[in-house]
């Protein structure tokens, strides 16, 4: 065979019979996921923070652009292990999607709304390196879990510019299509709002350490800051948002998806609820084919309609 620089449409194809060989036939249509490690996209007062991408390519398509969902990990608001949960986040992007975990400013470092700006922050370096990561710099959902799905819905509701923003890439928005909630701790009011804290809103409790080491106990008005229904009005505008939601959470009450569902339908946005029967606080019953079937068209809707606002 010739020594040259082939192109994969000059290469010839081996056609050989082989006895008792068998052929698979191949699309090129398939979707495989290339690991992008530890991308640094803003260093806050010294402290470095990193993204884990996760980027869909097929053979045919080597150029195509995806849509991009920007993932908060969740972590109690504490350091986050932001690869522990990569295989499951690849059956996202396997369907089409560019997945960025998003490394946060813990609650030991920062308080709130530190998780908020740099989440925010890391929706704007998707869309300003949109090119580099192959992504629709038109088509940005977020989402999380736990913690980070409290990082989330607060990045649905804080507005670019709000007094609670702090951008690191000016003339860069971090609007997003839709939001997706796996089981936040989206609420601070509820005296059985997360079940199993044995110092609920004291100055040690995750949500104490997240509003600044205090005593929410004493601090109703912290309490309000720090909750996601507590910001929803009419004339918020705010994305497409799916909630999900286990009903045996012993972390999180699923009270606070329910709360947060029922005020945001109350003030006319576009949101769903499902409710995973006997499920816990995450887990193998939130990746099934089922549930990212549906996250799938959900952030396919996201992207065909406006936002209700």
Known sequence: MELKSWTYEEFPEFSGKIEDAKTIKTSGEDIGVRYLPDVLYADVDGTE????????????HPEKKYPC??????????QQDVKGNLPMYS????????????????SGIAAFPAQIQDAKNAIRYMRKY???????????????????????VFCGI?????????????????????VIDYYGAVSLMYEDGFPSTVDHHLPDSPEGM????????????LCQKGSAECYITPELQMAPTLILHGTKDRTVNTYESVQLYEKM?????????????????GGAEFW????????????QDCMKVESNR
Request: hydrophobic residues 35%; charged residues 25%.
């Open 49 to 60: 923070l990193h993204l884990q991408i996760l980027q869909p390519y097929t053979h045919n």
């Open 69 to 78: 969902i920007v993932w908060v990990q969740g972590s109690a608001w504490m």
């Open 91 to 106: 059956r996202l992007a396997a369907r089409g999607y560019v997945v960025a975990i998003v490394q946060y400013r813990h």
């Open 130 to 152: 949109a090119e580099e990561y192959g992504v629709d710099s038109d088509s940005i959902l977020v989402g999380g879990d736990s913690s980070g799905g409290h990082t989330a």
């Open 158 to 178: 804080v507005k670019d510019n709000d007094e609670l923003d702090h951008n690191l890439f000016p003339g860069v928005s971090a609007e997003v299509k839709g």
């Open 210 to 221: 997240l509003m600044g080491h205090v005593n929410l106990r004493e601090n109703k008005e």
């Open 265 to 281: 339908k109350s003030c006319g946005k576009q949101v769903e609820l499902y409710l995973l029967e006997g499920a816990d606080h």
């Open 288 to 299: 099934t084919e089922d549930v990212c079937r549906l996250v799938d068209e959900f952030a």
